[in-house]
DNA sequence: TCACTGACGGGGC
DNA sequence: CGCCCCGCCAGTG
């Protein structure tokens, strides 16, 4: 656990109900957009940090669920976003680029 | 130290 | 958004 952890946490927690974000967007606002791999690989701590986090609001570039699997179940991740209004279609967000949200 | 592994991204085809 | 390659870097054994 390390302050770019922590920048990450912070980042996910200000993501709105309803919307989503990217990894590769979490690496560009603090500065290390070549290393969005990190920001994935931190994500597998994300509940040893917060368990209350929104880690399902973060989705890759193209609006897959990659992290899926990283949930208690490999359902839950599209049920959560479903509940908040987002449509999942073979674990791609539909209309994604209407559901991005960037950090600021 | 080395090798390997990723909740990734961009570029090329 | 299919496939492949390369850059990225912390964690692991």
């Not at 990283?70 to 359902?75: A, I």
């Not at 987002?86 to 600021?104: M, S």
Request: include cysteine; charged fraction near 20%.
């Amino acid at each position: 656990m390390n302050d770019f952890y922590i920048r990450i946490y912070e980042v996910v927690q200000q993501i709105p109900y309803g919307k989503v974000c990217t990894y590769g967007d979490i690496a560009e606002f603090l500065g290390t957009k070549s290393s969005s791999r990190l920001v994935g690989y931190a994500m597998n701590n994300i509940h040893a940090y917060n368990s209350e986090l929104p880690a399902h609001r973060v989705v890759n570039r193209l609006g897959m669920l990659t992290g899926k699997f990283h949930f208690e179940t490999p359902t839950l991740m599209q049920q959560l976003l479903e509940n908040e209004g987002i449509v999942i279609k073979n674990d791609i967000i539909q209309d994604f680029e209407n559901k991005r949200w960037f950090p600021k």
